[in-house]
């Protein structure tokens, strides 16, 4: 009788270790998958991160080479945004200071015009706004544009619209454009002291 009792000792605690054995392969099966999704989603979003990057930098606007400048014209000095006084001009302020009115152009913006008709210009800087009775003008180097062209008086509306802010706003038929005027400081008061013959309307 005393054998078969120690062959039962001998078997329960073979059983437990199988037992215990088999549960820890068990734990590491089941951690196993739980692991490797937040492997492969780590891995997705370092691959994405440069692909991000790639992509903003694709969306990024050229530069505008253009600028303020102040140069001169046979009828007196003149302000224009643009990469030269004949290249990619967007606007231009001609002062005529024997006239006592300035000239504003708007360079090949308007949409649904033709040469010879009636068009309003409109350009603001936060509070100050300007508004031209202008004329369609034909384009010289683009026969399928025109300009707009319009005299105003010389007068503080004129100046205050050079002044201070960071953009300024132009509306033509068809268009809303904003030009940028970080590089007008310094610009527009030179051209203001021409065109009042040497003072400042401040």
């Known amino acids: 009788m005393g054998s078969p009792r120690l062959h039962d000792n001998r078997i329960f605690p073979m059983r437990r270790r199988s037992s215990r054995a088999i549960l820890f392969i068990a734990s590491l099966l089941v951690a196993a998958p739980a692991a490797s999704p937040i492997d492969a989603a ?59 009115l300035v000239r504003v152009i708007a360079y090949g913006t308007a949409r649904g015009v033709k040469a010879g008709d009636g068009a309003r210009l409109r350009l603001s800087n936060g509070p100050a706004r300007l508004e031209v009775a202008a004329i369609a003008l034909p384009n010289d180097k683009n026969a399928n544009v025109v300009d707009l062209g319009g005299t105003t008086k010389i007068s503080p509306r004129v100046f205050n619209l050079l002044r201070g802010g960071d953009t300024m706003v132009m509306e033509v038929p068809g268009r809303t454009i904003g030009l940028s005027l970080k590089t007008l400081p310094g610009k527009n008061e030179q051209f203001e002291r021409a065109c009042l013959g040497g003072k400042s309307g401040k």
Do not use: Y
């Open 42 to 100: 780590a891995q997705t979003a370092k691959a994405k991160k440069p692909a991000a990057k790639d992509a903003a930098k694709k969306k990024e606007p050229p530069h505008d080479l253009r600028s303020w400048n102040v140069g001169r014209e046979a009828a007196g000095p003149v302000i224009f945004f643009g990469k030269s006084q004949s290249e990619e001009v967007a606007v231009s302020f001609t002062c005529q200071p024997d006239a006592g």
